[in-house]
């Protein structure tokens, strides 16, 4: 099993890296051509969604973005260190910001799980993790 770490500060203009850094690793891991569009708009959406929370909490922290191969199959994980909060505990309609901000959130999210068949999401007050996955065939490395 291979991981590749990236960090990057909670800036948009990072994003776009993080997207080419991903697929670039998923390509060498053995995904799917045909499905690369897919991991790179679900690595952007992912990103922003980290960068977004780490700006608005004032999170100096940076996003973190692991590319995990495995023998069947690569994952990436994007998480943040943003404090989430626990679904249905604000007053429905109140148009707080918290509000505001848990619709764009679940947008994001709904993005993410239409392009990504296998999403796992945890969330807590000590941050949260988005976990995609797609299936790999890998390809033989020629010996050195």
């Known amino acids: ?3 590749v770490e990236l960090r990057f500060s909670a800036l948009p203009e990072h994003v776009r890296t993080a997207r080419l850094v991903a697929a670039a690793v998923a390509r060498r891991a053995g995904v799917d051509e045909a499905v690369l569009d897919e991991v790179r708009l ?12 780490h700006r608005i909490g004032g999170i100096t922290a940076p996003v973190k973005v692991l590319l995990i191969e495995e023998e ?5 994980e994007v998480g943040d260190e943003a404090r989430h909060a626990v679904p249905g505990a604000g007053a429905p309609g109140s148009g707080t ?7 764009e ?3 994001g999210l709904a993005v993410i ?3 990504v068949d296998d999403v796992e999401v945890s969330a807590g007050e ?3 993790s988005i976990r995609m996955t797609w299936p790999a065939t890998p390809t033989a490395v020629p010996p050195a």
Request: charged share 25%; net charge negative.
């Open 105 to 107: 959130d679940e947008m």
């Open 1 to 3: 099993m291979a991981t």
């Open 97 to 103: 910001d918290a509000d505001v901000e848990a619709e």
């Open 113 to 115: 799980s239409g392009l």
């Open 126 to 128: 000590h941050g949260g």
């Open 42 to 53: 679900a690595v952007g959406e992912a990103c922003t969604r980290a960068v977004g929370l």
């Open 72 to 76: 069947k199959q690569f994952s990436i």
